[in-house]
Structures are given as structure tokens and as C-alpha cells.
């Protein structure tokens, strides 16, 4: 038995890995030819997953857990620096052609090696973006915090964590890659139980995973990741056995920016996702 939490997480060519190892008949199909004939037909996909290959079960069908609710927060693109506007106008330029039907293979490839290369100038926008919103960031989390509800935060650059730390060092505990286990987990526990320890800041791919975090039920994620899976694994810190109250999951991002390309294309994936796993196609 193939057993897997998320089997789809980024486009069906993962999908097909898995079901090749489940049916060797499926070597008669390359990768490419079953992306290219299920990705215009999910419905017949998930029939064919359905019938052959796959019994799911949902969280929904298992517990009986609180409502989780997402929102998504815009704020306007003046909230970027005149230096992050600039490079965040040059690089959505480059990489709205990248995703396009517009470059041949090999302008492709000379647009990904570029010097210098998208990929890097992506990360840098994204550390910028992340630096210009942190005051935003703060008066959100004070505006939580005023209601007196614990708040789970989770970023990736190390600086965006130390900061958000140092601004509440008071009031918070924060995991990184840099903690060791001991101590990590004496910093849920403090978490957890202490009233007065208000907020969690974690390592978003550090911090996804393993740990309970159900005295929060608000989420914020002060950064995004480019895969829904991890964004709904770190939210589900909280969502879990022993919340006992609705879980709020807040995704402030500044619009027309590197963030918000980003945000949609976290949305394709999961509607991919969704309308193939569900039990009844929504398309």
C-alpha cells in the first residue's frame, strides 16, 4: 500500500510517480503525455483514481474539529520602498514571460541564467518585500493582540523571525532551524501554557510540522511559501486535536507584487488539488 498525506502538491507530474509504483501497465505513458491528457480532463483523473487507485480519507471525515477560516489581506503597493517597486516591477516582468507561452526553450533557459540569475533576484524581492511590510505587520499584530488572543507568526528569512522577536521579545518565544530539540520544546510548552506568552514566531519550514500548537487560534503568515501544502501543514500546528475554538488563518501580502503572483499561484495548486482529490469534482 502507497500511503500518502498530500499526494499532489505542485502538478500531477508527482501524481504519476506514485501511481506508476502502485501499476507498472502506466510505463506505457510518459510523464509529460499524462500530464498533457489528465490536466485538461480532472474529472476523468479522479474517477480513474477513484476506482483503481486510491481510498481517501479527508480530516473532516475523521474529527470533528473547529471551523478554520483564511483570510487574505491587500495592502497597497506604496507600502513598498521606491528601491523594492523598482526591482519588484523589473523582476514580475521577467517571470510573467517565463510562465507564458511567449519565449522559445532556449531564451527560457538564457532568462533563468541570466546574471543575475531570476531565481536569486526572486529571493532578494521577496526579503525586501517581507523588511518593507514589517511595520504594517506590527500594527496587526498589536491591533490581535488588544483582544487578548495568542497569535501564531511564521516567516522564512531569519532576519523577518528576529525582528518580529525582538520587537515582542517580552511576550514571545520563537523556533528556528537553529534551535535544538530540548529547547524547542521547552518553548512550546512555555507557549502553551503561559498566559502571558502571547506569541509563537516560527521557521515556516522549520515549524510546519510535529509540534501542537492549539492554544493559538489565530495564524499569520508573515512570509509565504511557493507550495500550499507546507502553508496548510504550519497553519494546521493549530488546527488539530485539542483546539477548541475557530481557527483564523490571516495572509497579509502587498498587491501587485512578487507576493501576490505568488499567492496565485498557491491558489492554482490547490484548486488543481481540490477538484482531483475531493469526492465529488468541483470544476
Given at each position: 500500500?502507497?500511503?500518502?498525506?498530500?499526494?499532489?502538491?505542485?502538478?500531477?507530474?508527482?501524481?504519476?510517480?506514485?501511481?506508476?509504483?502502485?501499476?507498472?501497465?502506466?510505463?506505457?505513458?510518459?510523464?509529460?503525455?499524462?500530464?498533457?491528457?489528465?490536466?485538461?480532463?480532472?474529472?476523468?483523473?479522479?474517477?480513474?483514481?477513484?476506482?483503481?487507485?486510491?481510498?481517501?480519507?479527508?480530516?473532516?471525515?475523521?474529527?470533528?474539529?473547529?471551523?478554520?477560516?483564511?483570510?487574505?489581506?491587500?495592502?497597497?503597493?506604496?507600502?513598498?520602498?521606491?528601491?523594492?517597486?523598482?526591482?519588484?516591477?523589473?523582476?514580475?516582468?521577467?517571470?510573467?514571460?517565463?510562465?507564458?507561452?511567449?519565449?522559445?526553450?532556449?531564451?527560457?533557459?538564457?532568462?533563468?541564467?541570466?546574471?543575475?540569475?531570476?531565481?536569486?533576484?526572486?529571493?532578494?524581492?521577496?526579503?525586501?518585500?517581507?523588511?518593507?511590510?514589517?511595520?504594517?505587520?506590527?500594527?496587526?499584530?498589536?491591533?490581535?493582540?488588544?483582544?487578548?488572543?495568542?497569535?501564531?507568526?511564521?516567516?522564512?528569512?531569519?532576519?523577518?523571525?528576529?525582528?518580529?522577536?525582538?520587537?515582542?521579545?517580552?511576550?514571545?518565544?520563537?523556533?528556528?532551524?537553529?534551535?535544538?530539540?530540548?529547547?524547542?520544546?521547552?518553548?512550546?510548552?512555555?507557549?502553551?501554557?503561559?498566559?502571558?506568552?502571547?506569541?509563537?514566531?516560527?521557521?515556516?519550514?522549520?515549524?510546519?510540522?510535529?509540534?501542537?500548537?492549539?492554544?493559538?487560534?489565530?495564524?499569520?503568515?508573515?512570509?509565504?511559501?511557493?507550495?500550499?501544502?507546507?502553508?496548510?501543514?504550519?497553519?494546521?500546528?493549530?488546527?488539530?486535536?485539542?483546539?477548541?475554538?475557530?481557527?483564523?488563518?490571516?495572509?497579509?501580502?502587498?498587491?501587485?507584487?512578487?507576493?501576490?503572483?505568488?499567492?496565485?499561484?498557491?491558489?492554482?495548486k490547490e484548486y488543481m488539488s481540490i477538484n482531483l482529490l475531493n469526492k465529488e469534482a468541483i470544476l
Open positions: 500500500i502507497l500511503m500518502t498525506g498530500t499526494p499532489l502538491v505542485n502538478n500531477l507530474g508527482e501524481l504519476y510517480t506514485q501511481l506508476k509504483i502502485i501499476d507498472s501497465k502506466l510505463t506505457y505513458i510518459s510523464p509529460l503525455k499524462f500530464i498533457e491528457k489528465y490536466s485538461k480532463n480532472i474529472p476523468e483523473l479522479q474517477k480513474l483514481l477513484r476506482e483503481e487507485y486510491m481510498i481517501r480519507r479527508e480530516k473532516k471525515d475523521v474529527l470533528e474539529l473547529p471551523e478554520k477560516v483564511r483570510q487574505l489581506i491587500l495592502y497597497p503597493k506604496s507600502t513598498m520602498s521606491d528601491i523594492t517597486l523598482q526591482e519588484n516591477k523589473e523582476v514580475l516582468h521577467v517571470l510573467k514571460q517565463v510562465v507564458s507561452d511567449s519565449l522559445t526553450y532556449d531564451d527560457l533557459l538564457k532568462t533563468l541564467h541570466s546574471s543575475p540569475p531570476l531565481f536569486e533576484r526572486i529571493s532578494k524581492l521577496r526579503h525586501l518585500i517581507a523588511v518593507d511590510k514589517l511595520p504594517l505587520l506590527f500594527d496587526f499584530i498589536d491591533n490581535i493582540l488588544d483582544n487578548d488572543q495568542k497569535i501564531v507568526i511564521f516567516a522564512h528569512h531569519h532576519d523577518i523571525i528576529e525582528n518580529i522577536y525582538q520587537h515582542y521579545k517580552d511576550i514571545s518565544v520563537y523556533i528556528d532551524s537553529e534551535v535544538e530539540a530540548k529547547e524547542r520544546d521547552r518553548r512550546v510548552l512555555l507557549f502553551n501554557n503561559d498566559k502571558n506568552t502571547k506569541l509563537f514566531i516560527g521557521s515556516l519550514r522549520t515549524t510546519s510540522f510535529g509540534l501542537n500548537l492549539t492554544s493559538a487560534n489565530v495564524v499569520i503568515f508573515a512570509e509565504l511559501d511557493w507550495t500550499a501544502a507546507v502553508m496548510h501543514q504550519a497553519e494546521d500546528r493549530c488546527h488539530r486535536i485539542g483546539q477548541t475554538s475557530k481557527l483564523t488563518v490571516y495572509i497579509p501580502i502587498i498587491e501587485s507584487s512578487i507576493e501576490e503572483f505568488i499567492a496565485s499561484k498557491i491558489y492554482e
